[in-house]
């Protein structure tokens, strides 16, 4: 069993910034990409970055420029420091990260974390 602690989130005002992190625990041979997908009310789950575990990214539009996600390997963790931000950046964001697991044949399972809220409003 694998497991996503995000933390980081909270309230802040309008160009303020916040940064996220996620730490996966468990037993799992590696993980290949991490990334954070947000989820604002009414809205459907969209993506903001991944980034593999060789350290290539991938942003959202709507991220690019503010947004930058890294992650240390040896920790198991992932980030997204958040720049400048907007109240439109409100959601819950939320960890994923592709786990390559071992039971009896090795298999690669997505991993979910159970959010953090990100507020921004002034």
């Known amino acids: 069993q694998v497991q996503l602690v995000e933390s980081g989130g909270g309230l802040v005002q309008p160009g303020g910034s916040l940064r996220l992190s996620c730490t996966a625990s468990?037993?799992?041979?590696?993980?290949?990409?991490m990334g954070w997908y947000r989820q604002a009310p009414g809205k459907e789950r969209e993506l903001v970055a991944t980034?593999?575990?060789?350290?290539?990214?991938n942003y959202a539009d709507s991220a690019k420029g503010r947004f930058t996600i890294s992650r240390d390997n040896a920790k198991n963790t992932v980030y997204l420091e958040m720049n400048s931000l907007k109240p439109e950046d409100t959601a819950v964001y939320s960890c994923?990260?592709?786990?390559?697991?071992?039971?009896?044949?090795?298999?690669?399972?997505?991993?979910w974390g159970q959010g953090t809220q990100v507020t921004v409003s002034s």
């Open positions: 994923n990260a592709v786990v390559v697991i071992y039971t009896y044949y090795r298999r690669v399972v997505n991993y």
């Open positions: 468990g037993s799992f041979l590696s993980i290949n990409a």
């Open positions: 980034i593999t575990s060789g350290g290539t990214t």
